[in-house]
């Protein structure tokens, strides 16, 4: 799926960084991409480090 726009626990807003983050992920740890984002509350670290893209799994389906 996409990634969210809002953290699910505390609702901060999230989904600009999202790219930042897949670009920061090719050179350094994930850990230190969100470090330097200053991504510093658990729940929102929670929700770039769970994410799974099946957005591309998903496509190939259709709605019938």
């Known amino acids: 799926m996409e990634f969210s726009i809002r953290c699910f ?3 901060s807003v999230i989904g600009d960084l999202y790219e930042k983050y897949l670009e920061g992920c090719k050179e ?3 850990a ?3 470090d330097a984002l200053h991504i510093e509350r658990f729940c929102c670290r929670r929700m770039f480090i769970s994410h799974v893209d099946a957005i591309g799994t998903i496509s190939k389906y259709s709605r019938k």
Do not use: I, R
């Open 9 to 11: 626990t505390c609702g």
């Open 28 to 30: 350094k740890k994930p």
């Open 32 to 34: 230190e991409v969100l």
